[in-house]
């Protein structure tokens, strides 16, 4: 089964750091196009970081760059999501998402309707 699970959320403190795992079965998202997306109360769901098939290239959003750092492990077959420096902007419900079908190996893609895959999302707060 095709399948991706997240697994790291919690209630933090700002400035706390907390990494999110996105466990993946079914096939390898070590060289799979994959990100993380988020969805705050009331707000739609909206990009946060996400890397190309072949590693080469990773992007994120403006919000995120320079604390949060995606990266996977190929023998966990899992993604993480470093997050440092949190901030309650950033309490959220957080998804993993992959693209294991049809995708080029070097291009980075932010758009959620790119993505084929989706896990249940974990939920990370982040008081003052």
């Known amino acids: 089964q095709v399948q991706v699970v997240e697994s790291g959320g919690g209630l933090v403190q700002a400035g706390d750091s907390l990494r999110l795992s996105c466990a993946a079965s079914?096939?390898?998202?070590?060289?799979?196009?994959a990100g993380w997306f988020r969805q705050a109360p009331g707000k739609q769901r909206e990009f946060v970081a996400a890397?190309?098939?072949?590693?080469?290239?990773?992007h994120s959003a403006d919000s995120v760059r320079g604390r949060f750092a995606i990266s996977r492990s190929r023998a966990e077959n899992t993604m993480y999501l470093q997050m440092n420096n949190l901030k309650p902007e950033d309490t959220a419900v957080y998804y993993c998402?992959?693209?294991?079908?049809?995708?080029?190996?070097?291009?980075?893609?932010?758009?959620?309707?790119?993505?084929?895959?989706w896990g249940q999302g974990t939920q990370i707060t982040a008081s003052s």
């Open positions: 079914g096939f390898t998202i070590h060289n799979t196009a």
């Open positions: 998402a992959a693209r294991p079908y049809n995708y080029r190996v070097s291009m980075v893609y932010t758009d959620q309707t790119d993505y084929q895959i």
């Open positions: 890397v190309a098939g072949n590693g080469g290239n990773t």
